[in-house]
Every structure is written in C-alpha cells, then in structure tokens.
Nanobody
Framework: VQLQASGGGLVQAGGSLRLSCAAS????????MGWFRQAPGKEREFVAA?????DYADSVKGRFTISRDNAKITIQLQMNSLKPEDTAVYFC?????????????????WGQGTLVTVSS
C-alpha cells in the first residue's frame, strides 16, 4: 500500500495551493482519508479528513476544502487564504474504517509528506 502526496511549494500569504494524494495497493473507497501536518519542532496535527462525514481542524475551517475521488483513489486538499502559520510538511493518511477521526494513531497508512511554505 502506498500513498503519494504532491502539490506542495512556496506561496505568499493569502495565496492558494492544492495538494493531492494518490493511493495504490488497495481500495480506500470505504475508508477515511485525511491530511495531517507537522511544523518544525511541533507534533503532527490533524488538518482535515473525509469518510462518512467530513471534518476540519478549527484553524483551517473555511479556508481549506478536502475532496476525494474514489474511482481514482485520490484525495485533494484545496488550501486558500494561506497564512505563514500554515507552513508545515503535509501528510496524507488513510485509516481502515469509514468513521472520521482526528487521532493520528488510528491512521494505518501514511504518505511521505509534501512541504508547504507560506511567506509573509
């Protein structure tokens, strides 16, 4: 099973980026898939997830949108109105069940991460 994240880069504050994550090796159509991020010196934190429902961290609600294509086994994260505090390595992840959860320990599969840098 592999998750491959892409789309990171450098953007100015207020700008937008779109992250993508492609899964291979199994189907995740009935599994929750999500995004986490880890800033330097900080713990990995929940950003957004899509399963039976959709959930967002309060810090990104209204600015980020998660979407998924079960036929292509991909998820995307559209990030708008980016702030310098959004700078982090972003990881896509998948769990074995459909219920959306924020606990990273419940996600069994992880991508390699893609760096997002937001300049002020």
């Amino acid at each position: 099973v592999q998750l491959q994240a892409s789309g990171g880069g450098l953007v100015q504050a207020g700008g937008s980026l779109r992250l993508s994550c492609a899964a291979s090796g199994r189907t995740f159509s009935r599994s929750v898939m999500g995004w986490f991020r880890q800033a330097p010196g900080k713990e990995r934190e929940f950003v957004a997830a899509s399963g039976l429902t959709t959930d967002y961290a309060d810090s990104v609600k209204g600015r980020f949108t998660i979407s998924r294509d079960n036929a292509k086994i991909t998820i995307q994260l559209q990030m708008n109105s980016l702030k310098p505090e959004d700078t982090a390595v972003y990881f896509c992840a998948a769990a074995n069940g459909p219920r959306v959860v924020r606990n990273k320990a419940l996600y069994a599969y992880w991508g390699q991460g893609t760096l997002v840098t937001v300049s002020s």
